[in-house]
C-alpha cells in the first residue's frame, strides 16, 4: 500500500507570503496520478490541482503543483486570506485505489 | 451546473447498517464514475469505493467485506451500504464524481456537501 506523507503539518504564513507544501510518496509514482485539494472549515474538499501540475476549472494560477516520483510539491505564490485552510495530496494507485495525505493545516501568522 | 446532495439518517446504533444515497441533479449520473469517501471527526480523507454505470465497483480493501456500492440510472442517484457499523465508523461521509477528461480517473471533481453520520446506542 502507498502511503503519502504530508509536511509540515501546521504552516504559519502571512497573506501575501508564498507557500509551498510537500507530499512525499512512499513509493514512485507516474506524475499523472498525482492530486491536491483545498478544504475550508465546514466544507467539502476542493479539487485544485490533478496530474501533478494542472490547474482543476476555475483554480487561480496563484496555485501551483510539480514534483515527480516520490515527492512532489503545492506552491501558492501570493497568500490570499481566503487561501488559509488545509491541504491534502492525493494519489491514485491499485490497493486502495485512491489514498489521500493526512493534510497541511495553513494559517495564518 | 451538475450538484451532488447526500441523504440518510445522521444516527446509526452500533451493529446496524448504514445506508447513504447521493442524487445526481443538473446532470445525468451515466458514464461517470462515482465514489463514497468519509473523514472521521477532526482526521483525513478515506476512499470508500467506487461505482460505474456499467457495473464496475471498486472497493477499498480495508472495508470491502462491509461495503456494498450501487447505482440507480432511473432515479439519477447512487449508495452505498454499510453494514456493522461501529463508532469507528463516525465520520462526515461524501459523495463524489471521479474526474474524466485529460488524466481521467485520478481524481475527484465534484463532491457533495457530507453528511454527518455518528453510531452511538
Known amino acids: 500500500e502507498i502511503v503519502l506523507t504530508q509536511s509540515p503539518g501546521t504552516l504559519s504564513l502571512s497573506p501575501g507570503d508564498r507557500a509551498t507544501l510537500s507530499c512525499r510518496v512512499s513509493?514512485?509514482?507516474?506524475?499523472?496520478?498525482l492530486a491536491w485539494y483545498q478544504q475550508k472549515p465546514g466544507q467539502a474538499p476542493r479539487l485544485l490541482i490533478y496530474?501533478?501540475?494542472s490547474r482543476a476549472t476555475g483554480i487561480p494560477d496563484r496555485f501551483s503543483g510539480g514534483g515527480s516520483g516520490t515527492d512532489f510539491t503545492l506552491t501558492i505564490s501570493r497568500l490570499e486570506p481566503e487561501d488559509f485552510a488545509v491541504y491534502y495530496c492525493?494519489?491514485?494507485?491499485?490497493?486502495?485505489?485512491?489514498?489521500f495525505g493526512q493534510g497541511t493545516k495553513l494559517e495564518i501568522k | 451546473q451538475v450538484q451532488l446532495q447526500e441523504s440518510g439518517p445522521g444516527l446509526v446504533k452500533p451493529s446496524e447498517t448504514l445506508s447513504l444515497t447521493c442524487t445526481v441533479s443538473?446532470?445525468?449520473?451515466?458514464?461517470?464514475?462515482w465514489s463514497w469517501i468519509r473523514q472521521a471527526p477532526g482526521k483525513g480523507l478515506e476512499w470508500i469505493a467506487y461505482?460505474?454505470?456499467?457495473?464496475?465497483?471498486d472497493y477499498n480493501p480495508s472495508l470491502k467485506s462491509r461495503v456494498t456500492i450501487s447505482v440507480d440510472t432511473s432515479r439519477n442517484e447512487f449508495s452505498l451500504t454499510l453494514r456493522s457499523m461501529t463508532a469507528a465508523d463516525t465520520a462526515v461521509y461524501y459523495c463524489?464524481?471521479?474526474?474524466?477528461?485529460?488524466?481521467?480517473?485520478?481524481?475527484?471533481?465534484?463532491w457533495g456537501q457530507g453528511t454527518m453520520v455518528t453510531v452511538s446506542s
Open positions: 513509493q514512485s509514482v507516474s506524475s499523472t496520478l
Open positions: 496530474g501533478a501540475s
Open positions: 443538473g446532470g445525468s449520473v451515466r458514464s461517470y464514475y
Open positions: 461505482v460505474h454505470d456499467s457495473g464496475t465497483t
Open positions: 463524489a464524481r471521479v474526474r474524466l477528461g485529460d488524466i481521467s480517473l485520478t481524481a475527484f471533481d465534484l
Open positions: 492525493q494519489q491514485y494507485g491499485s490497493s486502495p485505489r485512491y489514498s
